[in-house]
């Protein structure tokens, strides 16, 4: 079992920047490929990035390829979300996932979700 908590959203104004954090506890944090993956209101949960088990290797969806890092840390179990140049359409409850092994970018294929963080961009 993993348990995700989400940290770090809140109210932002286009062009600003945010970090998202996610804390991971249970099973071997290093064994676990991580994605983010975020939902706007009266849209479906879509992918936004992932990272391989030993952060050598990232994906991104094009809409945030340039503006969005991911980072983790297996020391501290933790995975990051750095969000720059924000944008009115990236307003989100933005969630953490993990997939045992390799990495998902796909709703079905995740192992465990946090309760995700609300990101609201907006003047």
């Known amino acids: 079992q993993v348990q995700l908590v989400e940290s770090g959203g809140g109210l932002v104004q286009p062009g600003g920047s945010l970090r998202l954090s996610c804390a991971a506890s249970g099973r071997t944090f290093s064994g676990y490929a991580m994605s983010w993956f975020r939902q706007a209101p009266g849209k479906e949960r879509e992918f936004v990035a992932a990272i391989s088990r030993s952060g050598t290797t990232t994906y991104y969806v094009p809409a945030v390829k340039g503006r969005f890092t991911i980072s983790r840390d297996n020391a501290k179990n933790m995975v990051y979300l750095q969000m720059n140049s924000l944008k009115p359409e990236d307003t989100a409850v933005y969630y953490c996932?993990?997939?045992?092994?390799?990495?998902?970018?796909?709703?079905?294929?995740?192992?465990?979700w946090g309760k995700g963080t609300l990101v609201t961009v907006s003047s």
């Open positions: 996932a993990a997939r045992e092994g390799v990495v998902g970018t796909t709703l079905r294929n995740m192992n465990y």
